[in-house]
């Protein structure tokens, strides 16, 4: 037994132990651990939602909504799945193929020109107009001008085409 008390005093001279750390510091670093995840995924989702806001709102001035008689909004039901989103992008360039897609945008949509009016929540897919000619705005002595924005609304129940307009603000 004597070799065991000697082997153990040599241990407890050559290994140095540190206490624990306490669990409060535990906590701390967990917490801390969280508070960047929420951050990093904060900044991804405004990296991936704000393009979509900054193009309804470069896209689509008030101007082009007034000529076209189209306003979008907020939607009034949760927004579908990515899913979704695709079938409406699909089904926009089904009607224009040759148009790339800018941005589309989950939105209530109103067409006060459309009969009947257009009043639901659907899918908004701008596409580059490329050379389309627009259709307003009109005044005395307007003429055709070549298309500024390209806007396909899709249902999405039913990822069909409601309404497509284009036209020039300018």
Not at 56 to 68: K, M, N, R, V
């Given at each position: ?31 801390r ?53 695709n ?9 224009y ?34 050379n ?18 390209l ?5 999405p ?14």
């Amino acid at each position: 037994m004597t070799d065991d008390a000697y082997l153990d005093g040599l241990l407890d001279e050559l290994v140095v132990t540190e206490p624990r750390e306490a669990w409060c510091d535990v906590v701390a670093r967990a917490r801390r651990s969280r508070r960047r995840y929420v951050t990093v995924v904060a900044a991804i989702a405004t990296l991936v939602v704000a393009p979509s806001a900054w193009a309804i709102h470069h896209l689509w001035s008030t101007s082009q909504a007034a000529a076209s008689g189209i306003t979008l909004s907020a939607p009034e039901t949760p927004t579908p799945s990515t899913g979704d989103a695709n079938a409406a992008v699909n089904a926009a360039t089904s009607w224009y193929p040759d148009h790339a897609v800018v941005s589309h945008q989950f939105a209530h949509c109103i067409d006060v020109q459309s009969v009947p009016r257009l009043n639901e929540d659907c899918w908004a897919v701008f596409l580059d107009p490329g050379n389309e000619m627009g259709n307003g705005p009109f005044g005395p002595g307007s003429t055709s001008q070549r298309a500024t924005y390209l806007l396909v609304l899709v249902d999405p129940s039913t990822d069909k085409v409601i309404e497509a307009a284009s036209g020039s603000s300018r």
